[in-house]
């Protein structure tokens, strides 16, 4: 797939992605000088010794094990506003930031651009210009090692290079940077600007050779890259693992006219090869994982600091990896959690009492694993213990797709460390069970006397993660022979934990049955044991009580909000339904681009002209979390059944995927036609002899996949 734009960026925008994991690039084109912004993934602020030197300071103000044990005593007591006073003491500083590196400037003379093609299969950006009668092509690309601009035509040019951090030296074109070794978020009013010192160094060297066609090649090492030795994935293969089509492709997509027109099923099939495009560019083994703004970001000063958020961002962003063939672009998150193992248990030991790992609402490239908020956090966000439980949900997909030893290993100490903090977290609740405590779902409120209240126990969200990696840590067990004497912990555990509430016929997001201060609140949170989780399916009680939920938060939102919703819909087979939300999604933003919307979701978002998905500010977990959404439109194998087709929208009535992944070790081909549909299963990895139940239109067939497997069926469209 080839998407156009008939004319050069005027603003960033506007710019085309590039990037091969570690160097990314947003290309501008036109003639004159133009602009290249270049990111490294490795350039972060801050410092490999931050996360223990800011738990020692959290430490050293009293929070600890004791003052845990007075909070949990206030929130059991009902005293909220003592529990959330002695709660701010356990936040520490920020995580740090995701920072732009250089700009690269090309000058030529000016001329007209016949615009731009970004060819998804290549990632290289193609521009035709005219210049004083010349025909000039360039061509931007990231190679497995450098950024490359490639230029023919016999025309004068000019290079340089120019960076909004701190500068060091310069030789020629060779440019020596310093990075920040702290910084904040931008909403943040105690923190002026990122503060140099003892921050790492960053080192740029552009060279070019002239002539009529020449090539510049930029490179970049920083002294804070921290993610080595290993290699990077070849672009062409990675997207040519998986594709989806609904209804029929052109050659090439004029980006404005899809933007403005009404074909909504090449709309959903730009948007799923174009997050998987941007997963391929922004996440290879070798460099860190796709921050909330992927590989791309021109501020010092970002949106929430452009770091990993995880209660909700991080892991949409890689949803699709699995089911669309890039599991090798998992890697680098997985690298994460081996890297917050590390740093969440020195935080769990040390400020909670308990074994195993945590990790809190944000992380970032040097494992941070602590609360942030600077004493002023609202725990509503803050204070939430459960970011490790759910981010190391991937490490489990991981396996669960391949079903191969060496990912068994891989996943096995992650869950058994997060299984370990878990069991020391519980409490016994007042009736008996095991809780949480103190709990939030994140970034929502509940009503107590009319007053907003964030802090309770065992919130929905908890339980259901508690309850996953209990059961996941017993399966690897199993899967693998382990006698571990934790698993008769998680065993004693798991029936002691809170059952899944249901009030009012809706599936309930706090244990009690609070009135919520925003019934059609942005997050999603209780939801999860829907998706991604499948722990609820639709046409049981529970899926019931989650579609209520569904009707009464409604549609509109932000990029992200909306792809989670649209996943939840698929799962529980309302494809109408994923269909009006992805027409709400992919409506062009109109709005202020550089303002930040308020976070609270009362202004919709949309796609900004180079097709990336903003509330605003942008965020690329909309882009990616629509593709994992598009997926599970096609095939789900959450339940041990390789469902097909179970949430089409009606009227999509053609279409094909080629490459698709099941749990198991399965790839799936399908194509449809007017209710007519061919499936395809091949095996890739796991156990040949398993029986594979293929779900087409509710009638379920079951086969031996060794080889290749051809299932017919019919659908009603």
Not at 109 to 133: F, K, M, N, Y
Not at 597 to 615: Q, R
Not at 640 to 660: E, F, M, Y
Request: glycine letters at 10%.
């Amino acid at each position: 797939m080839r998407l156009h734009w008939p004319a050069a960026a005027q603003e960033w925008t506007e710019a085309l992605p590039v990037g091969n994991g570690r160097l990314g690039a947003m290309v501008f084109g036109g003639a004159g000088r133009s602009r290249v912004q270049v990111n490294d993934a490795t350039v972060w602020s801050g410092t490999q010794d931050g996360p223990s030197r800011a738990l020692a300071g959290v430490l050293a103000t009293g929070a600890g094990p004791e003052r845990l044990a007075q909070v949990r005593e206030a929130i059991f007591g009902g005293d909220l506003e003592r529990a959330t006073s002695l709660l701010m003491s356990f936040e520490g500083p920020y995580s740090q930031t995701f920072l732009s590196y250089v700009d690269l400037w090309i000058t030529l003379p000016e001329g007209e651009s016949h615009g731009r093609t970004l060819d998804l299969a290549t990632g290289v950006v193609t521009e035709r210009l005219t210049i004083d009668g010349v025909e000039v092509t360039r061509r931007v690309w990231a190679s497995e090692t450098a950024l490359c601009v490639e230029i023919t035509g016999a025309v004068p040019s000019e290079v340089d290079v120019s960076t909004p951090l701190r500068e060091i030296s310069r030789d020629g074109l060779d440019v020596v940077v310093e990075i920040p070794a702290d910084s904040a978020p931008r909403h943040e009013p105690q923190v002026d600007a990122p503060v140099y010192g003892n921050g790492g160094r960053g080192s740029v060297t552009v060279k070019i050779t002239e002539g009529e066609r020449w090539l510049l090649t930029l490179t970049s090492s920083t002294t804070a890259q921290t993610w080595q030795g290993r290699r990077h994935g070849n672009h062409m293969t990675l997207m040519d693992a998986c594709e989806v089509r609904f209804g029929d492709l052109p050659e090439v997509v004029d980006v404005p006219e899809l933007l403005a027109g009404k074909d909504e099923q090449l709309i959903a099939s730009v948007l799923f090869a174009y997050g998987r495009y941007l997963l391929v560019s922004s996440s290879r083994p070798g460099a860190p994982p796709a921050n909330l703004q992927g590989l791309w970001n021109a501020d010092l000063r970002p949106a929430w600091s452009s770091n990993y958020t995880i209660n909700i961002n991080t892991q949409m962003n890689y949803w699709a990896a699995e089911v669309t063939g890039l599991a090798e672009c998992h890697d680098p998150l997985l690298e994460l959690l081996e890297k917050l193992a590390v740093t969440g248990a020195d935080v769990a030991s040390q400020l909670y009492g308990a074994r195993g790992w945590v990790a809190h609402h944000n992380t970032d490239a040097w494992g941070w694993a602590l609360p942030v908020g600077m004493g002023h956090g609202a725990p509503s966000w803050a204070i939430w213990q459960m970011g490790g439980a759910w981010l190391v949900q991937h490490a489990w997909d991981h396996y669960d797709f391949a079903r191969t030893w060496s990912t068994l290993e891989r996943a096995w100490p992650l869950l058994r460390g997060c299984a370990e903090f878990c069991l020391d977290w519980l409490v016994e609740g007042p009736d008996g069970y095991l809780d949480t405590c103190p709990s939030t779902s994140p970034e929502n409120w509940f009503l107590v006397d009319g007053e907003p209240q964030a802090l309770t126990w065992s919130v929905t969200m908890d339980v259901v993660l508690i309850r996953a990696v209990f059961e996941r840590t017993l399966a690897l067990a199993l899967a693998s022979g382990r006698a571990d004497p934790l698993l008769a912990e998680i065993s004693a555990a798991l029936p002691r934990l809170r059952p899944v509430p249901v009030f009012g016929g809706r599936l309930g997001e706090w244990a009690g049955d609070f009135v919520e201060e925003d019934a059609t609140h942005r997050h999603m949170s209780h939801m999860v044991s829907v998706y991604p989780l499948g722990q609820i399916v639709a046409g049981t009680p529970l899926g019931d009580a989650a579609f209520e939920v569904l009707h009464r938060r409604g549609n509109g939102a932000m990029g992200w909000s909306w792809a989670w919703k649209m996943a939840l819909r698929a799962r529980l087979g309302d494809g109408d339904t994923v269909r009006s939300l992805l027409l709400e999604a992919s409506q062009p933003f109109t709005g202020d681009r550089h303002r930040d919307a308020p976070v609270d979701g009362s202004e919709w978002g949309g796609l900004l002209p180079n097709l990336f998905s903003t509330h605003p500010p942008f965020q690329i977990d909309g882009n990616y979390g629509f593709t994992a959404a598009l997926a599970e439109v096609v095939v789900q194998s959450h339940t041990g059944v390789v469902d097909v087709l179970p949430a089409l929208p009606s009227g999509w009535s053609t279409g094909a995927a080629r490459g698709l992944r099941c749990r198991g070790g399965l790839s799936i081909d399908v194509t449809w036609d007017d209710g007519d549909v061919t499936v395809r299963l091949r095996r890739i990895s796991g156990d040949a002899a398993e029986f594979v139940p293929v779900s087409i239109g509710g009638e379920v067939t079951e086969v031996v996949v060794s080889d290749v497997v051809e299932v017919r069926g019919r659908i009603s469209c």
